[in-house]
C-alpha cells in the first residue's frame, strides 16, 4: 500500500504530460493553429488548475475548513467585478488589473467580517465569503444589465472561458503574470510547513515562533493575487480548489508539502481534461465551468453531507 502511494506522484505526473500531449495534438492541427491558438490556451488552462487546486489546498488546511476555496469564499466573484468593470469601460489590455484590485479588496472585507472581537475568526470566514460573494455577483449583474453590448464578454467570465484568443502584446503580459503565479505558488510551497504546524492551533504555532497573524494575512494577499490573475483571463472556474485537494488527500494523506505539490499537478489535468469534454462534448464548445461545475456540485453535496 506504500509502495503504491509513493507511485501514484510519478504515475500522476506521466498521465498529465500524455494528457497535455493529447490536447495539444487532437484532430492533428496545424503549426499555426498548435502554436497560436491551442499552447496558449494550454498553457492558461494549467496556470488556472495549478492556482486553484493550490490556493484550495492551503485554504483548507489555514482554515480548517473542507469547504474552504477561492470561489467559496468570494474572491473569485470580486476578481470577475474588477475585470468586468474595465472590460466595460473599455480598458481591455487592464482586466488583469482589475482581477488584482477585485480580489484584494474582496479580501479586505472577508477578513473584515471574520473578525470578532478583533480576533480572526475561522467559523465565521465561510459565511463572510458568501457575503461578500453575493455583493459582488449582484454587482456583475448591474454591468450586464447596464452594458447590454458586453454581455457575452460578461458571461463567459461567469462561466469559465479558456478559449481567450491572445494578441501579441497580450501573450507577452500574460507571460509575465505566469512567472509571477509560478513564483507565487513556489512562495506558498515553502510556508507548507507553518501551515502544518498552524493547523494544530495558534497559540502552539506562536510558542515555536511563526507569526500566525502576519502569515495570514502574506498567505490571503498573495493568494489573492494570483487569484486576480487567472480570473482575469480564464474567468470563474468553480470547484477545482474544493475537490483537487479533497481526493489528493485521500490517495496520498501526508503533509501539505505532498498535498500542496500533488494538488498542483491534479489540479492542472482536471482542468485540462474539463475543458477537452467542454469542446468535445457538443457542437457548440461549453464554457468550462459548466463542466467543473457539473462534477463539482454532487462533490459538494457529499462533501457537506459527510462532514
Known sequence: MKTMQKALPLFGILISLGICVLYLIWDKPDMNILWQVRFPRLLLTVITGMSL???????QLMLANPLAEPYILGISSGAAFGSILLASL???????LGGFIGAILTMLLVWRLAQKHGIFDRSRLIIAGVI??????SGISLLM????ED???????LMGNLGRIFSHSEWVLFQGLSILALAILAWLFLKSRALDIMSSSDHYASSVGIDVHRTRIQIFVLSSILIGIVVSYAGIIGFVGLITPHIIRLLIPGTQKKVFLSSLVFGASFLV???FVAKSIT???LPVGVVTSAIGCPFFIWLLLKK
Open 283 to 285: 457542437v457548440i464548445e
Open 151 to 157: 454581455t457575452v464578454l460578461i458571461l463567459s467570465t
Open 273 to 275: 481534461l474539463a475543458d
Open 90 to 96: 473599455g480598458l481591455l489590455v487592464l482586466m488583469p
Open 53 to 59: 487546486a493550490g490556493i484550495g489546498s492551503v485554504y
Open 132 to 137: 461578500v460573494g453575493m455583493f459582488f455577483s
Open 145 to 148: 444589465y447596464l452594458n447590454r
